[in-house]
């Protein structure tokens, strides 16, 4: 597991990562909490197709949102921004990875806000297979605001970032299940 913390503006670099770890570890103070968890399906298989769909940044694109990452998987270190609308009006989200896991039970990276972000935080998306072999999604984060505009949104930035969450892990469950199906139908 690898992790960098230069270049955010917010002290608690990695704290999504030590949250996912240990499910007592509390989310930082000062900040909105997020924690959203996707039933995903079932199996070795949906943890491989859902973890490869999250790393390669399948599913921020499948949610509708445009991603400009400096790598084609997410890796510490690799800047990504993320942008919602379109030309003049998209909103841009530079964020860079600071943490992953592939460690045979669980999938996914913590990506941290950089300057020019609207939140000031960080989020978390991870795919485990549990000990029942189902498969989850869960997208932890703790965030607040940085520009004028999400301050001006008050309640309503916390309410979109859930529906993004829940969005993300209704895509994920789609896209692993498409990717479970076409192995089975081509007898990988």
Aim: charged share 20%; with cysteine; glycine share 12%.
């Amino acid at each position: 597991m690898g992790e960098i913390t230069a270049g955010h503006h917010y002290a608690e670099v990695g704290a999504t990562r030590d949250a996912d770890l240990s499910r007592t570890a509390a989310l930082p103070p000062g900040y909105h909490h997020l924690r959203v968890r996707t039933l995903l399906g079932h199996g070795p298989g949906t943890l491989r197709a859902a973890g490869e769909a999250l790393l390669d940044w399948r599913m921020h694109r499948a949610v509708g949102v445009s991603v400009e990452a400096g790598a084609p998987r997410a890796a510490p270190g690799v800047r990504v921004t993320v942008g919602l609308g379109v030309g003049r009006l998209r909103l841009r989200a530079p964020c860079r990875v600071v943490w992953t896991v592939e460690d045979g039970t669980r999938i996914g990276f913590g990506y941290g806000a950089l300057s020019g972000h609207p939140e000031s935080g960080e989020e978390s998306f991870v795919v485990a297979l549990r000990a029942d072999g189902s498969v989850v999604l869960t997208v932890t984060a703790f965030s607040r605001p940085a520009r004028w505009f999400t301050k001006a949104a008050g309640p309503l930035a916390p309410v979109f970032q859930r529906a993004y969450a829940r969005r993300c892990g209704t895509v994920l469950r789609s896209a692993a299940a498409k990717d479970l199906a076409h192995k089975a139908k081509n007898g990988r």
